[in-house]
C-alpha cells in the first residue's frame, strides 16, 4: 500500500508500507512488523524527487506520483542509494520525466550503470556540494559505507530536513509516520532491531560521519529515512542513540544464550546455566536457534556483555541453525563481548572447539574451556556450571 502525506509547505512523503514484507533486504532480515519504504517528492519551482522505490512497487508508486504532479514534471532525481529498495523503480520514473536530471555520488553512477545496462546520463556530486533548485537548495552529504559504498545524505537546506535514507531507518510498516506517534520503547526497540541488522557492520563509518555532522554544526528540524519513522521530535535522542551504537557500548551483565538441542541435553545445560545466571542478578535472554527470529536475536545481542552459545554435536559440526547465527553474527560483528561455548554430545564433541575457533575470530574474550560432557549433564556438570557463573565478576 502507498500513501502520501505532505511533511511541510513544500515536501511530500511517499510512503510504501508493505504489512506482508517480512523479508527485508532480501530474506537477510526477518522482521516482524513488516517494512516500509519512503520516498520524497519536494514540489517548488523545481521538482525533486529522493530517492525510487523497489521494483515490484514500480506501477503504484508512478501512479502516486502523476497524482502529486497533476500534470507537472520532475526536474531532479536524486538516488541517495542504489540498493535496489530505493533504486528499483528508476527506470519507470525516466519515462515520466525523460528530461530529468540525476544527481548521485561517483559510486552510485558506477553501480547504476552495472544496475540498468542503459547510458543514461548522471551528475556526479561531491561531497557538500550544493544543488541550486531556484526556492531552494539541496546539499550532497556522502556516507559511505552507510549503507553501501554509493550513499549519501541530501539536505534541503532551507528547511533543514535531512533525507538519510538507510541512515537512521527502522522496520516498521504502520501508518504512523513521526516519532511522537510512538512510545520511547517502541522507538528504540525499532531503530535497535534496524542497526544490528543493517547498519552495525558500519559502525566505524557511522562514528566518523556522526563526528563530521556535529562540525558541520547543521540543523535538522525533520529526519528524514528511507525506512520507517520520521523524526520531528526525538531527533537528539535518535543521534545518540546512534553514537551509542557504533561505539559498541555494552549492558553490562546482560547474558545472551542462543542453543541448539537435538534430544534435550544441551537444553538442560541452558537452563541450568540461565537459572544460576539469574540467581547472580544477570540479565539474561535465552533463544533456540531454530525458533527464535534470528534478527531479534541480533538486536539483543548487540548491547549484550556475554553471549554463551550452546550446541549438540551434529556429525562432527554444529546444526544448521547454529550455523546461521554463527554466519551472522560474523557478518554483523557485534563488538566487546565475552563468550563461553557449551553442549552435549554422544561420542563426539568437535563442534564445540569449531564454534569457538568462530567466535575467537572475532576477538571476543573467551570466560572459560567449553562446558561439555556426554548425554544429560550430571551433578558434577551442574556444580562446574555454579563454579563458572560464580567466578563471571
Ligand atoms: Fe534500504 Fe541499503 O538499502
Known amino acids: ?76 532525481i536524486i538516488i541517495n542509494h542504489v540498493e535496489p529498495d530505493h533504486s528499483g523503480s528508476y527506470e519507470e520514473v525516466l519515462k515520466l520525466a525523460p528530461n530529468a536530471k540525476t544527481y548521485c555520488s561517483a559510486k552510485a553512477e558506477t553501480a ?77 526497540d525499532a531503530a535497535k532491531l534496524y542497526y544490528a541488522n543493517i547498519v552495525l557492520p558500519c559502525s566505524r563509518y557511522v562514528k566518523k560521519k556522526l563526528a563530521e555532522l556535529d562540525s558541520l554544526n547543521l540543523e535538522f528540524n525533520l529526519i528524514c529515512p528511507s525506512h520507517g519513522i520520521i ?38 545445560c541452558t537452563r541450568e546455566l540461565a537459572s544460576v545466571l539469574v540467581e547472580k542478578d544477570y540479565d539474561v535472554q535465552v533463544f533456540k536457534a531454530s525458533v527464535h527470529n534470528p534478527s531479534l536475536i ?30 551472522r553474527i560474523i557478518a554483523l560483528k557485534p563488538q566487546n563481548k565475552k563468550f563461553l561455548v557449551y553442549g552435549s554430545y554422544g561420542w563426539a564433541h568437535v563442534h564445540l572447539k569449531k564454534i569457538e575457533e568462530q567466535l575467537s575470530s572475532l576477538s571476543y574474550t573467551e570466560i572459560e574451556q567449553p562446558i561439555y560432557g556426554q548425554y544429560r549433564p550430571d551433578k558434577a556438570r551442574k556444580e562446574y556450571i555454579k563454579s563458572i557463573v560464580n567466578n563471571l565478576e
Open 1 to 76: 500500500m502507498i500513501y502520501t502525506k505532505k511533511i511541510n509547505s513544500r515536501v511530500y512523503l511517499i510512503r510504501a508500507s508493505e504489512f506482508n514484507d517480512l523479508n527485508f533486504h532480501g530474506a537477510t532480515i526477518k522482521t516482524e512488523m513488516g517494512s516500509s519504504y519512503n520516498s520524497y517528492l519536494i514540489i517548488d519551482e523545481k521538482i525533486t524527487l529522493v530517492d525510487t522505490m523497489d521494483e515490484p512497487l514500480a506501477k503504484e508508486f508512478i501512479t502516486t506520483l502523476e497524482k502529486l504532479l497533476d500534470g507537472r514534471t520532475i526536474d531532479n
Open 231 to 268: 523524526y520531528r521530535s526525538y531527533i537528539s535522542e535518535i543521534i545518540d542513540l546512534y553514537k551509542q551504537y557504533c561505539n559498541h557500548t555494552i549492558k553490562p551483565k546482560k547474558v545472551v544464550m542462543i542453543y541448539e538441542s537435538i534430544w534435550g541435553s544441551t537444553d538442560t
Open 112 to 188: 547504476m550503470k552495472h544496475l540498468f545496462f542503459q547510458e543514461h546520463e548522471y551528475e556526479v556530486v561531491d561531497h557538500l556540494s550544493e544543488l541550486d533548485c531556484g526556492n531552494y537548495t539541496l546539499q550532497f552529504i556522502h556516507t559511505p559505507f552507510i549503507h553501501w559504498p554509493d550513499n549519501m545524505f541530501t539536505y534541503l537546506k532551507e528547511d533543514k530536513i535531512l533525507f538519510s535514507n538507510d541512515g537512521f531507518g527502522s522496520l516498521l510498516s504502520g501508518t504512523k509516520i513521526y516519532d511522537d506517534q510512538y512510545s520511547k520503547f517502541e522507538l528504540e
Open 298 to 327: 541480533m538486536k539483543e545481542l548487540m548491547d549484550a556483555e556475554y553471549l554463551f552459545i550452546g550446541s549438540s554435536n551434529f556429525n562432527n559440526t554444529y546444526p544448521g541453525p547454529i550455523a546461521d547465527i554463527i554466519e
